[in-house]
DNA sequence: GTCTATATTTAGATAGAC
DNA sequence: GTCTATCTAAATATAGAC
């Protein structure tokens, strides 16, 4: 004991900003989203925001930086327990892509709304989705051409993209399905809407594929 | 002659200003974009604006209304023409729905994003959504069903909100997927997008439909 | 590291002349 | 209908005490 004392352990100020940050820009975007209303919900005085993270952008980085690399980690350790060797590994590559941001590590509904709003955002976005996420897209565009060794590399990119797609509107438009269809019944659990999504996004690479053949 | 001269035809102020309000809505967001870029554009005064649609909440629902109507008017013009009798309709219907967002009277990339943004957007773009989409929404639904009678309504309305899905990623990531392939080729020309888009939704919705299948 | 208080800029909205 | 000028509120960011 030297007489030093720690103040608080990991969750301390910056986690609990990084948490409220995340919930924030989910709801409002970055736009929308108000240094104020974050310092407020993560119960520290608005000053330490920029004291931690210089500005409104460093904010929003450091919390797609912290959520992503948590996604990438999660993504590819299952892309690499695959057996690309297999009768068709695509379901299993598609769920290796779809699970983390779905799952409780991939932060729940709130960054999968940050995680759709970087996907139809501008420039900034588009700088963040660079950095954060194509290195990983590469390494599944590369895996998926292995399973579709026939497919044009512009087919199997774009089975990548529409597979994020059906990601997106998987988290985003959750409760409008219910709505159209007048139910009323309870949430569905995350295994059937893991396999939905990915059923969808398997099929709908083939039929791409398919479209996309010689006549 | 009496005198009185009309100042400007048809694209008045209020045509430019909405033509304005959607590109800059569509670049930035609602929250991110400002009344006065918006009258700067539009190449009028800033108290033009609130004039004609009162605030920014009510010059968003008009950018909505205007394009929505238009857009709905095309999709169910198309989708009245579609035979439900044939073989497959499916990729009729699909055709259907993706088509006028895509192509120029949809309003281009511009309005595409605000469609994107509205399906991942907050409470206000939800009642916008539920108002302007909703009831064309279930057109689709019930023609969707009929294709694929003994489909469960979940997997039906799952398959349109997918569809919905992809419609958006293949607007808001136009530009990633030849990137991630390096790529350096032309633009892709709009009936080959479509018919690309559309072979996504209908195998995707086969694929949800097979597996939602009892065993 | 954290807080209080404040500076600076920018936003949406309004008033009134033309 | 349109413009100029202005009001008021809210935002981000900073300064300095503790």
Same mark, same amino acid.
């Given at each position: 004991?030297?007489?030093?004392?720690?103040?608080?352990?990991?969750?301390?100020?910056?986690?609990?900003?990084?948490?409220?940050?995340?919930?924030?820009?989910?709801?409002?975007?970055?736009?929308?989203?108000?240094?104020?209303?974050?310092?407020?919900?993560?119960?520290?005085?608005?000053?330490?925001?920029?004291?931690?993270?210089?500005?409104?952008?460093?904010?929003?980085?450091?919390?797609?930086?912290?959520?992503?690399?948590?996604?990438?980690?999660?993504?590819?350790?299952?892309?690499?327990?695959?057996?690309?060797?297999?009768?068709? $590994?695509?379901?299993?590559?598609?769920?290796?892509?779809?699970? $983390?941001?779905?799952?409780?590590?991939?932060?729940?509904?709130?960054?999968?709304?940050?995680?759709?709003?970087?996907?139809?955002?501008?420039?900034?976005?588009? =700088?963040?989705?660079?950095?954060?996420?194509? $290195?990983?897209?590469?390494?599944?565009?590369?895996?998926?051409?292995?399973?579709?060794?026939? =497919?044009?590399?512009?087919?199997?990119?774009?089975?990548?993209?529409?597979?994020?797609? =059906?990601?997106?509107?998987?988290?985003?438009?959750?409760?409008?399905?219910?709505?159209?269809?007048?139910?009323?019944?309870?949430?569905?659990?995350?295994?059937?809407?893991?396999?939905?999504?990915?059923?969808?996004?398997?099929?709908?690479?083939?039929?791409?594929?398919?479209?996309?053949?010689?006549?």
């Amino acid at each position: 004991m030297d007489g030093t004392v720690p103040k608080e352990s990991p969750p301390a100020a910056q986690g609990r900003i990084l948490d409220a940050a995340e919930n924030i820009f989910a709801e409002q975007g970055f736009a929308g989203a108000g240094m104020k209303a974050i310092a407020l919900r993560a119960n520290v005085a608005q000053g330490l925001l920029h004291y931690h993270f210089s500005n409104k952008d460093g904010l929003y980085a450091a919390v797609i930086e912290r959520r992503s690399g948590i996604i990438n980690r999660d993504r590819i350790s299952l892309l690499d327990q695959v057996n690309l060797e297999k009768q068709d $590994p695509v379901p299993d590559i598609m769920e290796a892509l779809l699970k $983390p941001p779905l799952g409780p590590a991939g932060g729940g509904r709130a960054y999968a709304r940050i995680l759709a709003g970087l996907c139809v955002g501008d420039a900034r976005d588009s =700088a963040l989705v660079e950095e954060h996420y194509d $290195p990983t897209a590469k390494r599944f565009i590369a895996a998926l051409q292995i399973a579709r060794p026939h =497919a044009s590399a512009r087919s199997i990119s774009w089975g990548y993209n529409l597979a994020v797609g =059906a990601l997106i509107a998987t988290v985003a438009r959750d409760g409008r399905s219910d709505r159209l269809i007048g139910a009323v019944e309870k949430i569905e659990d995350l295994e059937k809407t893991v396999a939905r999504t990915v059923a969808y996004a398997a099929g709908g690479l083939d039929a791409i594929i398919a479209a996309d053949a010689p006549p």
